[in-house]
């Protein structure tokens, strides 16, 4: 078993700035793809980027020069910075750890919300 717990979530006005935290421990590997993903009332969960082990991310389009995801693989920690914040972006944002092979596993966070008010 993998557990997530994600921190960070909160209230902020258009324009400003967000932190997001996601702490893996138990049975995590370094070797896993660390995410965010999101989900607003309505829609369908949508990925907003991703970090492999080795460094390599990727971001969806609408966020891009916007977000930076980032990890910290001495405290299995992923960090999602969100700058220039959108009403938009407004979601509940889930972490994701995926690792492939013969210890595959794929575990969400408990998620947690942002709202951006304009």
């Known amino acids: 078993q993998v557990q997530l717990v994600e921190s960070g979530g909160g209230l902020v006005q258009a324009g400003g700035s967000l932190r997001l935290s996601c702490a893996a421990s138990g049975s995590f590997r370094s070797s896993s793809t660390m995410a965010w993903y999101r989900q607003a009332p309505g829609k369908q969960r949508e990925l907003v980027a991703a970090?492999?082990?080795?460094?390599?991310?990727n971001y969806s389009d609408s966020v891009k020069g916007r977000f930076t995801i980032s990890r910290d693989n001495t405290k299995n920690t992923v960090y999602l910075q969100m700058n220039s914040l959108k009403p938009e972006d407004t979601a509940v944002y889930y972490c994701?750890?995926?690792?492939?092979?013969?210890?595959?596993?794929?575990?969400w966070g408990q998620g947690t919300q942002v709202t951006v008010s304009s």
């Open positions: 994701n750890a995926r690792n492939e092979g013969f210890f595959s596993y794929n575990y």
């Open positions: 970090a492999t082990s080795s460094g390599t991310t």
